[in-house]
């Protein structure tokens, strides 16, 4: 979920079709929350439902890491044009510690996502994959030894389906954020992936140990691609930020590639982040078939098939009487897997189940899953944070502790690495997507902004907000972003800030607002729209803002306008607590754009982690 869940988003996160975020959560209220199987049958006596590691077979109970102090594709890469390298071995070893505490025995952490941190892409090739930064692999390193010291077993996982957005800019993304999709659909650039990053990825020595990446017994293995469903134009489902989306038959070589040569460089599993078991399973109601079967991928590389599969769930999927991709309603058994199913992203506070914590993750067990992991550790969208299931998680993991204590060790390959060198002629889908389903899930929407203040070019020039007012922003022939729901065209791209857009407590105008709360300095709530409005007639962008129960949040607003130029700073004064106050900001002193891509509520500096409420933003005359 990662570009997740405003979705990253899950976020670490997005909307698909026809059908946005912001509609999917106004949908929500009409699905029926899920609810356990009736009589699921009993769970195999072979354990043959359970994950296989180190010479047996469990329960994978964890969290995702999307991101890690709020570095989007920054962990162990570098974002080089901001300087941005989040990994830290402190803060890695407190959530380490942190979930030891509640019996946690896996993590699924974020590698590349977009590609803006890693790995090195080459100008000169095309884009071919040239290598590694200094920082990224070192870092993985480290975190592969203190999972070692907590007993915590890593899958990592490598791309997302934000890689098949439009290439971006050094200044908004990051130079090679996006843009990537002929790493899936050109051989030569395949190949520079698997032979410059993957095989020395796999092959990196541990600093003080005889383990690599690719061997070490605390990595337990590597999720090839986070959602690619929506970046694959056959299934109906693609993200409405990819532009050029693959075919389905792309991405099954792509991922059959890349799992063959993990296979012939580890003795670890492979697996894909499937969106729903709607892509997964040949039986759930309504679902389109098993896309990541191994008939659907060896036939490009004999070793390319997952060892566990995964089904990520939100609450879009519970679905009704006619389809469902709920895996507390479908089991294991009547989805008819012929693997171990993760459900690898499921919200920490199990918003939309209409269960508590601690029953939703029963009723994944009692389904005979193999394992589920909460998104996500750091707060990143709605959809939960650690805080929200750490009580829950512990209380199933000591009930369940002979199936989530993981002991045994693993053992060394001994194959000689190689490359892929199979072609395959393309495998052809077998069913036709059923149009009767949602499109989309609940995603942490993509950071696109760096972490640091946005460079003013010329003197900002604050505007002081009316505090008095008692009538809503005028409407008439004004441009609305948000008006109880993001405009057609917008969506969220806030970074570093929890984002709830249908807040329905605190309202000024209608019936829902926006509930933000910036998670660190220079955060920002981000709207974004691919095609500019012009601002032919207007004069001001005015909005309400409510400085929840403290008030005294430092602010500042800043436009773009879609070609790279990025407006001065504009500071408003601080929201007072527990009341609404009308805030315009002059375009002249946004410096008197003439379209508008983008709107940023930033923090400048200030009191971060107060929740404050927007409602009725628009650009008016």
Not at 184 to 210: C, E, H, N, W
Not at 330 to 358: C, F, R
Not at 529 to 555: D, Y
Request: charged share 15%; aromatic share 10%.
């Amino acid at each position: 979920m990662l570009a997740r869940c405003q979705r990253p988003t899950h976020a670490i996160f997005a909307a698909v079709t026809a059908m946005s975020l912001t509609c999917l959560v106004a949908l929500a209220p009409f699905f029926s929350p899920a609810q356990p199987a009736e009589a699921a049958a009993a769970c195999p006596a072979t354990k043959s439902h359970l994950v296989p590691w180190k010479g047996g077979r469990w329960y994978l109970s964890g969290m995702n890491v999307p991101v890690q102090n709020g570095g989007f594709g920054a962990d162990f890469a570098t974002v080089e044009e901001w300087g941005q390298h989040t990994y830290n071995h402190a803060t890695t070893e407190s959530m380490f510690a942190a979930l030891k505490a509640k019996g946690v025995n896996s993590v699924r952490w974020f590698v590349f996502l977009d590609g803006r941190g890693g790995p090195e892409f080459s100008a000169a090739s095309g884009g071919a994959v040239t290598g590694f930064d200094a920082n990224t692999l070192p870092t993985m390193a480290d975190a592969a030894q203190l999972a070692t010291q907590y007993n915590i077993n890593i899958v990592f996982t490598l791309w997302s389906f934000e890689m098949l957005e439009p290439d971006s800019s050094a200044y908004v993304k990051g130079e090679h954020s996006g843009g990537h999709r002929d790493l899936i659909t050109d051989a030569t650039k395949r190949k520079s992936f698997i032979d410059k990053a993957l095989v020395p990825m796999l092959q990196y020595q541990i600093p003080g140990t005889s383990y690599t990446l690719g061997t070490h017994p605390n990595v337990l293995g590597w999720d090839i691609f986070n959602e690619p469903e929506w970046g694959v134009s056959d299934l109906g489902a693609v993200n409405s930020e990819i532009t050029q989306p693959v075919s389905l038959a792309e991405m099954q070589r792509f991922v059959a590639e890349i799992a063959g040569a993990i296979h012939r460089n580890s003795n670890q599993l492979v697996t894909v982040g499937s969106a729903a078991m709607k892509w997964s399973s040949a039986t759930a109601p309504g679902a389109t078939g098993n896309i990541w079967k191994d008939s659907a991928l060896t036939p490009y590389d004999a070793q390319g098939y997952l060892d566990f599969y995964q089904a990520h769930y939100y609450s879009w999927m519970n679905g009704d009487s006619s389809w469902s991709y709920s895996p507390l309603s479908v089991s294991w058994q009547a989805a008819t897997y012929d693997k171990p199913v993760v459900i690898g992203e499921h919200p920490a506070n199990a918003n939309g189940t209409g269960l508590s914590v601690l029953n939703m993750l029963n009723g994944f067990h009692d389904n005979c899953y193999g394992g589920a992991w909460g998104w996500s550790f750091e707060a990143v969208d709605a959809s939960g944070v650690w805080s929200d299931m750490a009580t829950a998680i512990g209380q199933f993991n000591t009930a369940n502790a002979g199936e989530v204590t993981i002991s045994g060790s693993g053992s060394s390959p001994t194959v000689t690495p190689t490359t892929p060198t199979a072609t395959a002629t393309p495998v052809t889908p077998t069913a036709t997507p059923r149009p009767t389903t949602p499109t989309a899930t609940p995603r942490p929407t993509t950071p696109t902004a760096t972490a640091a203040p946005v460079t003013p070019t010329a003197t900002p020039r604050p505007t002081t907000p009316t505090a008095t007012a008692t009538t809503p922003p005028t409407t008439g022939t004004a441009k609305v972003i948000y008006d109880d729901q993001l405009a057609t065209g917008w969506a969220d791209w806030s970074w570093n800030t929890k984002v709830v857009l249908n807040y329905g407590t605190v309202k000024k105008v209608g019936t829902r607002s926006i509930s933000a709360t910036h998670l660190q300095q220079w955060a920002g709530l981000r709207f974004h729209n691919a095609s500019p409005l012009s601002t032919a007639g207007l004069k001001k962008i005015s909005f309400w803002v409510h400085g929840g129960s403290k008030g005294g949040q430092s602010l500042q607003v800043y436009v773009e306008n879609g070609s790279g130029g990025v407006s001065p700073q504009v500071r408003v004064t601080s929201p007072k607590a527990n009341t609404w106050t009308l805030v315009e900001v002059s375009l002249a002193s946004l410096g008197s754009p003439s379209r508008i891509s983008d709107i940023a509520i930033q923090e400048a500096g200030g009191a971060f982690n107060r929740t404050f409420y927007v409602d009725q933003i628009t650009v008016a005359p």
